[in-house]
């Protein structure tokens, strides 16, 4: 199994979109044969990269292309800024979407949350409110 390497945080931004350098980073540990098998279960077709791709508007396999064919973030955030063509209201939403996902009120999204949290030996952390928060505690970042 692949050393475990933490990709960025899910707050970090690139081009206007949280979660896209996270999303790069994954797809750049895909393609090196280093993503830790944590990850794999959620790559490019669920959870938040699903999600991401849904907003941007983009396929997995076409946007996997991109990140294969680039070296730099730059390079990324170019090929991002030429042909994501989402308005700036979805980027926006989901955007916020991201950010308050655990806080915004669902019960069920909730509790899949705190479920995480206690395997994670993280329960006891009430400033965990989303998952985002959640992800950059149990990466190590906060």
Do not use: C
């Not at 997995?60 to 730099?72: E, L, M, N, S």
């Amino acid at each position: 199994m692949p050393e475990l390497i933490y990709p960025r945080s899910p707050k970090e931004t690139m081009d206007g979109w949280v979660y896209l350098p996270r999303f790069v980073d994954k797809v750049r540990l895909h393609l090196a044969g280093k993503l830790h098998a944590d990850y794999q279960p959620n790559f490019a077709h669920k959870g938040f990269d699903a999600e991401w791709l849904k907003a941007a508007g983009l396929k997995a396999d076409d946007f996997i292309a991109v990140v294969r064919g680039t070296v730099t973030d730059g390079q990324v955030f170019d090929w991002v800024r030429s042909n994501v063509k989402a308005p700036a209201a979805d980027k926006t939403k989901f955007n916020q979407w991201l950010l308050n996902r655990g806080n915004e009120g669902d019960p069920a999204v909730r509790q899949r949350l705190q479920q995480r949290k206690v395997e994670s030996g993280l329960g006891h952390r009430d400033d965990l409110q989303t998952f985002a928060d959640y992800i950059d505690a149990d990466e190590k970042r906060a």
